[in-house]
């Protein structure tokens, strides 16, 4: 069997939970966050597109990302747990940033290149 990380998991509407949008003080943009999972739907692993990555001065690319520009969540009992450890990521990172004196800039915000908008409602 090939390892998630060996192997890109297909954002698709088939896959597609739920989308949140997401915002950190002083930053005017909204962060687009979906949650996909594989058909079976019975994993505890969530595979997040975000419309957004964070990239502060004082760190790499957050929440982390494997190496085809994915997040995945794992152990998440529920789609708002997974949510909420996504919005944790970014703000560890964004208040991390801000607590070595830096002031939020808009341009930490890096669009993600390969985010697909899928349908905002959840699906049943």
């Not at 594989?38 to 001065?57: A, I």
């Not at 529920?78 to 800039?105: H, Q, R, V, W």
């Amino acid at each position: 069997m090939t390892s998630l990380h060996e192997k890109p998991f297909i954002f698709s509407q088939d896959s597609f939970l739920e989308s949140q949008p997401f915002g950190l003080d002083q930053i005017p943009f909204k962060i687009i966050i979906q949650l996909h999972k594989l058909s079976d739907q019975t994993s505890n692993e969530y595979f997040v597109s975000l419309s957004h990555f964070l990239k502060t001065p004082l760190r790499s690319i957050a929440p982390p990302v494997n190496q085809f520009g994915q997040t995945i969540v794992y152990r998440a009992v529920d789609n708002e747990k997974a949510f909420e450890t996504i919005k944790e990521s970014f703000k560890y990172a964004f208040n991390n940033a801000k607590k070595g004196g830096l002031m939020p800039d808009n341009s930490w915000l890096i669009p993600n290149s390969e985010f697909v908008a899928f349908n905002k409602k959840k699906v049943q």
